[in-house]
């Protein structure tokens, strides 16, 4: 193929993504405002007995409305784009300059992961209903796990067990960007564990059981912590018995 004809088909593909992006998420709004659509249609034309008394009902009505925007905004954007597939390829290289077909399909489900992050992410993060969203959005999450942060994508690639706490601002995703290249890769984490507040989890990573990542620390790329652990630093090292993780790691 030509440089130029090269060109064209990249061109195309990006055409193609965006236009589709935009007609997708377009429809999943339009979907996720109809039920408060409705119910305004009923209320401008519902017999009351004054004019105030319509004016309290509207005002009363927007904290509710938004709220079941936002949860149908989560459901909707999660079943669609299982339904089209749009999901993180899991153990890929993919070169951004090539806007080939699987970048342009995870860009389009991190696009919808952002919007949801936006719209519903700001008053459901840290509740079970985010969890829901989550696992509806392909992550495989075990009970009564608890994510208080907005910087979670790739849902598809994580597996979390029970218990697990995910502290505010923890950086947690199936992918990275490294020199023009995004790279994923699936992350791990047993039973019990905690990732503390503003950490940093590369791709690859897993954590065994009732292990804790302490806050503001990071995790490096395909690293794997031990069960019933303390990890701190940048980048981690053990705390709790520092000569485990020397004899993990074998002779200099
Ligand atoms: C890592 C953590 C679990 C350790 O708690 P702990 O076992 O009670 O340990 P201590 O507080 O006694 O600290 C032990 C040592 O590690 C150091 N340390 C503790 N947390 C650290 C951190 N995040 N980064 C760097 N060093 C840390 C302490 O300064 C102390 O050092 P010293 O022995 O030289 O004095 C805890 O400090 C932490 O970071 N928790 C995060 C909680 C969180 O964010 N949860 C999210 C949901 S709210």
Request: avoid cysteine; hydrophobic fraction near 50%; proline fraction near 6%.
């Amino acid at each position: 193929m030509s440089p130029s004809e090269d060109r064209a088909w990249k061109i195309a593909r990006v055409t193609w993504t965006v236009l589709t992006g935009f007609f997708v998420e377009s429809f999943i709004f339009a979907a996720s405002v109809l039920p408060a659509a409705l119910f305004w249609e009923w209320h401008f034309h519902w017999p009351y007995p004054s004019d105030g008394a319509r004016i309290f009902v509207l005002a009363l009505s927007f904290v509710p409305a938004y709220l079941l925007f936002a949860f149908a905004l989560m459901v909707l954007s999660a079943l669609i784009t299982s339904i089209l597939g749009w999901r993180s390829p899991p153990d890929m290289e993919m070169r951004i300059g090539d806007v080939e077909w699987p970048l342009l399909r995870w860009g389009r489900y991190m696009i919808t992961q952002h919007i949801v992050r936006l719209f519903a992410g700001v008053f459901y993060r840290s509740t079970p209903v985010w969890s829901f969203y989550l696992k509806l959005n392909g992550a495989r999450l075990g009970r009564g796990v608890f994510v208080n942060s907005l910087s979670m994508s790739d849902h598809n690639l994580l597996e979390f067990g029970d218990h697990v706490v995910i502290g505010s601002d923890v950086h947690l995703s199936g992918h990275t960007v490294e020199a023009g290249v995004v790279k994923t890769a699936a992350v791990r984490l047993g039973n019990d564990v905690t990732v503390g507040t503003g950490s940093v989890i590369g791709i690859g990573v897993e954590i065994g059981d009732n292990t804790q990542v302490g806050a503001l620390s990071v995790v490096p790329k395909h690293r794997r912590l031990e069960a019933n652990a303390t990890y701190v630093g940048v980048p981690v090292r053990r705390i709790d018995a520092p000569e485990a993780e020397e004899a993990a790691l074998g002779p200099p």
